[in-house]
């Protein structure tokens, strides 16, 4: 009797831990593949929102999961995160006819290393929230028609290799936190509406190739 009591108490705990750890499976991903963070699911979605997108170049974008449903232009990290989901390793949106805003959600996307959407319509001011993410090694926004100033918060991106926004109408002073940008190689502004000095700062960059 005793045994037999032991047993079905044994097997009902392998149920229990069966049963919950498909419940936590599930929660992260769909038939045992892993799914997209749903932070940066929505901010794709508030993203996609704020753009206006002529020639439907983002018309996937609200079928399935954008890592493994394959979103247009929405590039993902191979290994999934500590906590089970896939996450965005860059946006490339490249000469797609875009215009509208860029949505200050970017900033939710924070293991990102490429921003591009370079050669589009874009307008607006550049979201200060792209100082979020600190794993960005290529910022790249030019031939745009964006307006307002530089962010200072651009000049907090330790990995920051290239930041192109040449031919937009920016305008404003280079901040000067722009000097902790010791990663940075490459600074393309020209074609703007930037005024004052460049921060003397600015030569001391080491890896300095092209301003
Ligand atoms: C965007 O859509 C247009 C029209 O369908 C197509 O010609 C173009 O190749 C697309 N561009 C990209 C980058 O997918
Ligand atoms: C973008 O729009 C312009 C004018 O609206 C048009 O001439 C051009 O063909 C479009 N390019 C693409 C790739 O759709
Ligand atoms: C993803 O980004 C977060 C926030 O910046 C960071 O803590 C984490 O280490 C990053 N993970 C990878 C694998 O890049
Ligand atoms: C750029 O901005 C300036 C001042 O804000 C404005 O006078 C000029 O017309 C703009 N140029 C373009 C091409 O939009
Ligand atoms: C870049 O700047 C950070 C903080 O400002 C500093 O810790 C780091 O050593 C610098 N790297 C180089 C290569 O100068
Ligand atoms: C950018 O500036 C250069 C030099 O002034 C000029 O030749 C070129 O036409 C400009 N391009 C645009 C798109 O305004």
């Not at 999961?65 to 989901?85: A, F, M, Q």
């Not at 330790?158 to 305008?171: F, V």
């Not at 940008?181 to 004052?196: A, E, P, V, W, Y």
Request: charged fraction near 15%; aromatic fraction near 8%.
């Amino acid at each position: 009797m005793y045994p037999s009591r032991a047993w079905s108490y044994g097997l009902r705990i392998a149920a229990w831990f069966c049963w919950s750890s498909l419940l936590i499976g599930a929660k992260n991903s769909i038939a045992g593949n892993p799914i997209t963070s749903p932070v940066e699911v929505t901010a794709l979605r508030a993203i996609r929102k704020s753009l206006i997108d002529p020639n439907n170049n983002l018309s996937n974008w609200d079928r399935g999961d954008p890592c493994t449903s394959k979103w247009t232009g929405v590039i993902c990290h191979n290994d999934i995160l500590e906590d089970g989901y896939l996450r965005v390793d860059g946006l490339q949106l490249m000469r797609m006819n875009l215009s509208g805003n860029l949505s200050p959600e970017l900033g939710r996307l924070l293991n990102m290393t490429i921003l591009d959407f370079m050669w589009n319509k874009i307008s607006g001011s550049i979201p200060k929230e792209i100082g979020n993410i600190k794993s960005l090694k290529l910022l790249l926004l030019n031939g745009n028609q964006l307006t307002g100033p530089l962010p200072e918060e651009l000049g907090y991106l330790p990995k920051l290799n290239r930041i192109q926004i040449d031919e937009n109408n920016i305008s404003g002073p280079i901040p000067t936190s722009f000097q902790y940008l010791n990663l940075t190689m490459h600074f393309h502004m020209n074609n703007n509406s930037i005024s004052g000095q460049i921060p003397p700062q600015l030569s001391r960059l080491p890896n300095l190739v092209h301003l």
